[in-house]
């Protein structure tokens, strides 16, 4: 598949504008041998995802400028990055609606549990390639 191509299952993006729990996702995944790149917001958001090629994106709901369920319907708009799973991340109370409409793979409320987190990661990058 040509989606698969344009991916790297190791490579995870993560868009919060949260700059500690960047920094906590960034050594969480990476102690699991991931290599991560980080994004404060959403500007330009197909651009980021062609250019990293991730195999996952974790996406914060509520960040600048359009806000995650834009950002993930702008993402799944594009026939070459509709297939990355995207796991939604926000402290909502309707997170489970926000992610059913905007077609994520996963939803996490904040607080999370870190074991939470790495177990959806390792089962949708597996079953994604």
Do not use: Y
């Amino acid at each position: 598949m040509q989606d698969n191509l344009l991916k790297d299952s190791r490579v995870i993006a993560v868009f919060d504008d949260d700059q500690d729990l960047l920094e906590i996702f960034r050594f969480l995944l990476e102690e699991e041998g991931h290599k991560v790149v980080l994004f404060n917001n959403c500007d330009d958001i197909v651009s980021k995802v062609r250019e990293t090629k991730p195999g996952l994106i974790l996406m914060d709901n509520w960040i600048p400028l359009v806000g995650g369920e834009k950002a993930i319907g702008q993402l799944k708009a594009e026939e070459d990055l509709k297939h990355i799973p995207i796991i939604l991340v926000s402290a909502a109370n309707d997170i489970a609606e926000v992610a059913k409409r905007a077609g994520t793979d996963g939803v996490i409320a904040k607080p999370f549990d870190f074991e939470v987190i790495l177990g959806m990661v390792a089962k949708l990058l597996g079953s994604s390639h």
